[in-house]
């Protein structure tokens, strides 16, 4: 089974910048869609970023301008690129990947354990 694995949360200043790291165990080459979600407490599940292949990147209005999502096919790799992090970025933030190609044949629609992103001075 595919295994995706976050890395790069943590605690960081207002203003400040983190770099997520989304590692597959399998082939992310023919995904259609990568992206990033988070979700703080007592709050729903909310789509950040995702690349659609062959359309491009979409972003949610609260971090256009400050993220930036990127992928790495060569290495199996999605990253999210945060700056200018303000406290209302405080979430666990999972990646999410639609198809990953293993040795038995796919995996679909794959999650991430999530990684905590905590904004505070």
């Known amino acids: 089974q595919v295994q995706l694995v976050e890395s790069g949360g943590g605690l960081v200043q207002p203003g400040g910048s983190l770099r997520l790291s989304c590692a597959a165990s399998g082939s992310i080459f023919s995904a259609n869609a990568m992206g990033w979600y988070r979700q703080a407490p007592e709050k729903q599940r909310e789509l950040v970023a995702i690349?659609?292949?062959?359309?491009?990147?979409n972003y949610a209005d609260s971090v256009k301008g400050r993220f930036t999502i990127s992928k790495d096919n060569a290495k199996n790799m999605v990253y999210l690129q945060m700056n200018s992090l303000k406290p209302e970025d405080t979430a666990v933030y999972s990646c999410?990947?639609?198809?990953?190609?293993?040795?038995?044949?796919?995996?679909?629609?794959?999650w991430g354990q999530g990684t905590q992103v905590t904004v505070s001075s």
């Open positions: 999410y990947i639609d198809r990953v190609a293993t040795q038995g044949g796919w995996d679909y629609n794959v």
């Open positions: 690349i659609h292949k062959g359309v491009g990147t």
